[in-house]
C-alpha cells in the first residue's frame, strides 16, 4: 500500500490531519507504508501580507489549539499572526519542486 495525500502546508487542519494519520499508521504497525505529499494551496486568494488579530484566542484558533491538543501536538497562536499569511514562498518552492 502507498498513501498519497493533498495538504496545505499553511494549513493547521492539514497538519493535524497528516499526523494523525501517521499516528493512526504506526498504530496499525503500517510503519513501512510510503507516503507522498501532494502540496496544494486551499486559499489562492489569500493575501500575500499577514492580518495581524486582536484577538488570538479567538473561538477559531481555539478550536485549532483544541484539536491540536487531542491529537498530542502543541499549537499555541498567541502573538502570531493570522492563517491569512499562507507562506508563499514555501508552498511555491514545494509546489515547484513537484512539477
Known sequence: MEITYWSDIACPFCYIG?????KA???LNLTDTPLTLMSYELDPTAPKTAKTSSDPLSPRRQQIEDLAHSNGLKMKFAR?????QHGRS????ISSKDR
Do not use: D
Open 90 to 93: 514555501p508552498f511555491n518552492q
Open 18 to 22: 497528516a499526523n494523525s494519520m501517521k
Open 80 to 84: 502570531r499572526t493570522s492563517c491569512q
Open 25 to 27: 499508521l504506526k498504530a
